[in-house]
């Protein structure tokens, strides 16, 4: 039996070595160092040669020994490496001493290694290496058994009761110590991360800084480009919504060649350029551009260019910050311009309409004004007339910005443009008629890959001088709206439109009317007796080239309903519609009709 007094000094070296643990663990030392120091502390207290701290691994299938004392390199490399503690073994011997403290959560003590069972394959091992005894400890963290506290011992022995409780104890701290390191890394990895986060700030900070301050400066679109080129180090060019490239700077020797828009394959899934850049956040690879990266520059939800670079992927985060600041600042940057351009096409709006109307009195004050707005009137002109097939405010804005973007990259003299009547009104200098044609055809096939529905353009002839525009304006005008849509139809010329061509070149409207009256007169005035539709029934007869049924199907009435009409009109005006001659005079009477009704 142990005296209290020769207990007492044991309880103070125990006491003296919990305390120095305890301060080793708030010092946040390595973890393996940490773990040693508590095996070599237990065997001190314990009386025991050597003691281990084994751990569960990552994947909770082993335990291994991750710090220890007294124990030969070769005995680890065996119960680590060589015959592994798994927590499901597949052979017989499952209750193995650190399993059972482990699985079962409660101190395992054996007294003789060779005498007990359980010990399995370790126990020859174990006593070459001199452990003869030995007792196993839960080690726990955070409520979960996480590994096990053994000591061995050279001889037999029994680990009593109160050793039971030292040996918890120092399970305990280094279940403490297994905390206070996960904790301490866990600190150290979001120190890391704060530091790295504040760096990228800073970083995306001086990005924001650098190009706000181009534009602050005044810096154009090339500047605000070639500041990304150099953020990115990449190539980098930026066209508008027609194709127009507006700025473009190399690096390193390459230049971005942003794809041609009008050769663009419309077999893409219906899809425009625009579309396959539309929602890329910011840019976007696609086969149908190799080597390069496009993306949106936006406005709210208006898309107002396309920004290319040279590559084929990007995924670091400073040089996407960088790109998606400079589509910003580009955006703000062709806003800008695009409020300077509107201040001009309103000067020069208020000239068409004077050009168009016929109201010009000073034909030198109006070449004038039209030499201050970059174009001349000294040239003979034609007009081109732009309209959206399906219109509304949307579609027919969108129109309008990109005709004014193609007009814009036109070299001086340049064309007056307008908002007329419902459609894109351009007066256009001419020095070779061919050339006023392909800038039409050019209009139409950039406008058709952007705008839903379809678009129609047509020309006027030349006019010499600025007093003869009205008639030119009037067959554009005329053209978009006496010739029916046909969805693969060229630009509308006034030679292409035969009769109705002629009609709006040559003849003037006044003495058109006197013969719309003969012919068409006599069934209005019908029409507006009766309550019937003469007028619109031989119209609609004459474009289904005298059809009985299918002009009964267009006006939703009986096919005989048809022929009764056509029998009334022929009557009436004392013509047969089965003669050549009357049929051409009537043709030419409903579009003379249409030309005076709405000149």
């Known amino acids: 039996m142990i005296s209290p007094a020769s207990a007492r000094p044991d309880l103070l070296r125990w006491m003296s070595a919990i305390d120095e643990l305890a301060i080793a663990v708030n010092q946040q030392r390595d973890l393996p160092g940490l773990l040693q120091q508590i095996a070599r502390t237990a065997c001190d207290l314990l009386g025991y040669e050597s003691a281990a701290v084994l751990l569960v691994d990552d994947d909770r299938v082993a335990l291994r020994i991750e710090g220890s004392w007294g124990l030969s390199d070769s005995y680890l490399r065996l119960v680590n490496e060589e015959s592994p503690l798994l927590l499901a073994p597949e052979g017989t011997f499952v209750a193995s001493p650190s399993r059972r403290a482990f699985v079962e959560g409660a101190p395992v003590i054996i007294e003789n290694i060779a005498r007990d069972p359980s010990y ?33 011992g050279g001889d037999p022995r029994r680990l009593g009761p109160g050793g039971r409780e030292l040996l918890q104890v120092l399970a305990s701290h280094a279940g403490i110590a297994l905390e206070t390191s996960a904790q301490l890394e866990r600190d150290r990895l979001r120190v890391r991360e704060l530091s790295s986060l504040n760096e990228l700030l800073r970083q995306h900070a001086a990005i924001h800084d650098r190009f706000i301050g181009v534009a602050r400066r005044g810096g ?10 150099e953020t990115t180090d990449r190539a980098v060019a930026v066209q508008d919504v027609s194709g127009q490239v507006l700025a473009t700077v190399p690096r390193a020797g390459v230049s971005v060649r942003p794809p041609d828009w009008l050769s663009w394959p419309q077999q893409q899934g219906g899809r425009s350029l625009l579309d396959l850049v539309a929602h890329a956040t910011p840019v976007t690879a696609a086969p149908e551009f190799p080597g390069l990266l496009a993306g949106p520059v936006r406005v709210g939800e208006e898309t107002l260019g396309v920004l290319w670079l040279a ?21 703000l940057e062709m806003l800008r311009r695009r409020a ?17 109307s016929g109201t010009l009195t000073d034909p030198a004050a109006a070449i004038a004004r039209g030499d201050r707005l970059g174009s001349d009137l000294r040239l003979p002109q034609r007009v081109l007339a732009v309209r959206p097939e399906q219109p509304g405010e949307t579609v027919t804005a969108q129109l309008l910005r990109l005709v004014q973007s193609l007009v814009l990259s036109r070299p001086r003299p340049k064309p007056l443009l307008a908002l007329r009547d419902g459609a894109i009104v351009i007066v256009a200098p001419v020095a070779d008629p061919a050339d006023a044609e392909e800038f039409a055809r050019h209009i139409r096939t950039v406008a058709s890959q952007s705008v839903e529905g379809g678009v129609r353009v047509a020309i006027s002839e030349t006019c010499p001088a600025p007093d003869q525009l009205p008639g030119a304006f009037r067959q554009a005008h005329g053209l978009l709206r006496l010739l029916r849509y046909a969805p693969d139809e060229d630009v509308l010329t006034v030679t292409s439109a035969g009769m109705v061509g002629m009609l709006l070149a040559d003849v003037e409207p006044q003495r058109m009317g006197v013969l719309a009256q003969r012919w068409i ?15 619109a029934t031989l119209r609609v007869y004459l474009d289904h080239d005298l059809n009985t049924n299918a002009t009964a199907e267009a006006l939703f009435i009986h096919p005989n309903t048809v022929g009764l009409r056509v029998k009334r009109l022929e009557s009436l005006l004392g013509v047969s519609l089965t003669s050549v001659t009357d049929l051409t005079t009537l043709r030419a009477a409903l579009a003379i009709d249409d030309i005076t009704r709405n000149p």
């Open 120 to 152: 399995g394959p370790w126990a020859k091992a174990a006593q070459e290496h001199g452990h003869h005894s030995m007792a196993a400890v839960p080690l726990r963290n955070q409520g979960e058994t996480v590994g096990t506290m053994n000591v061995y």
């Open 220 to 229: 154009g679109l090339t500047d605000i480009a070639a500041a990304l080129a």
């Open 311 to 331: 590559g084929e992927s990007e995924g670091d985060d400073l040089r996407l910050r960088a790109i998606e600041q400079a589509a910003v600042v580009l955006g």
């Open 340 to 356: 300077v351009v509107d201040a001009q096409w309103q000067l020069k709006g208020d000239l068409v309409s004077e050009l168009a």
């Open 521 to 535: 007169g006599p069934l209005r005035d019908y029409d507006r007796r009766r309550g019937t539709d003469l007028v």
